[in-house]
């Protein structure tokens, strides 16, 4: 509305009258060709921060995957080996996925079952049994010796350090035997200051 005078006095018009130009309210207007850029300014900023996003997901991705701990086969669990029918007396046998050698001894060494940990106790590196070298300890003669490739650390059959710089017996793996099957649980290892015939599971 507006206020004129008329004769003097004030008379109220309101704005829609005839012959009075309405009244804007000032207010900022943004023009288009702005408005347009606003709105692509908006749109980069979405795409390059959602970018980021994935670019930081995907290395905290990468880095876990790399880092986080796991198992590699069946290490670190109970592995069933077979029945005892397939491991004879004086047998050694190498089990890959456990990283281990199921032997079974003869009588005058223990007549039991040991899984012995092929990793040497010296630094680490994976022992072969080699059949066809012998090897003494407390003058008894053993055919068939772990060497250890790294070092020369050796071993007799029971897993006791009889030469080179091993500093103790091979670690053992807790053997079961149920109904005629032996299992053995990987993730149990333990050291040994000396090998015992207690260490061997009797059958």
Same mark, same amino acid.
């Given at each position: 509305?507006?206020?004129?005078?008329?004769?003097?006095?004030?008379?109220?018009?309101? %704005? %829609?009258?005839?012959?009075?130009?309405?009244?804007?309210?000032?207010?900022?207007?943004?023009?288009?060709?702005?408005q347009?850029?606003? @709105?692509?300014?908006?749109?980069?900023?979405?795409v390059?921060l959602? %970018?980021m996003?994935?670019? &930081?997901?995907?290395a905290?991705?990468?880095?876990?995957?790399?880092?986080?701990?796991?198992?590699?086969?069946?290490?670190? %669990?109970?592995?069933?080996?077979?029945?005892v @029918?397939?491991?004879p007396?004086? &047998?050694?046998?190498?089990?890959?996925?456990?990283?281990?050698?199921l032997?079974?001894t003869?009588?005058?060494?223990?007549?039991?079952?040991?899984?012995?940990?092929w990793?040497?106790?010296?630094?680490?590196?994976?022992?072969?049994?080699?059949?066809a070298?012998?090897?003494?300890?407390s003058?008894?003669?053993?055919k068939?010796?772990?060497r250890?490739p790294?070092?020369? @650390?050796?071993?007799?059959i029971?897993?006791?350090?009889?030469?080179?710089?091993?500093?103790?017996?091979?670690?053992?793996?807790?053997?079961?035997?149920?109904?005629?099957?032996? @299992?053995?649980?990987?993730?149990?290892?333990?050291?040994?200051?000396?090998?015992?015939?207690?260490?061997?599971?009797?059958?």
């Amino acid at each position: 509305m507006a206020i004129i005078y008329k004769d003097g006095k004030p008379v109220v018009v309101p %704005s %829609s009258e005839p012959g009075h130009a309405p009244v804007h309210e000032p207010h900022d207007e943004i023009p288009p060709a702005e408005q347009a850029g606003v @709105s692509r300014r908006r749109f980069m900023r979405v795409v390059f921060l959602n %970018s980021m996003g994935v670019f &930081t997901l995907g290395a905290v991705g990468t880095f876990v995957v790399m880092f986080w701990p796991k198992k590699v086969g069946s290490f670190g %669990s109970t592995i069933k080996v077979g029945d005892v @029918s397939q491991f004879p007396p004086g &047998t050694v046998t190498r089990i890959p996925e456990g990283r281990f050698y199921l032997v079974h001894t003869l009588p005058e060494q223990g007549g039991g079952l040991l899984a012995l940990y092929w990793k040497c106790v010296h630094l680490g590196c994976t022992v072969p049994w080699r059949d066809a070298e012998d090897g003494t300890y407390s003058g008894k003669t053993y055919k068939g010796i772990f060497r250890c490739p790294c070092h020369g @650390s050796q071993y007799i059959i029971t897993g006791q350090n009889f030469a080179g710089p091993a500093p103790r017996p091979l670690d053992t793996m807790q053997v079961t035997v149920s109904g005629g099957q032996i @299992s053995v649980n990987t993730g149990k290892i333990t050291k040994r200051e000396e090998a015992k015939p207690s260490d061997q599971v009797k059958i």
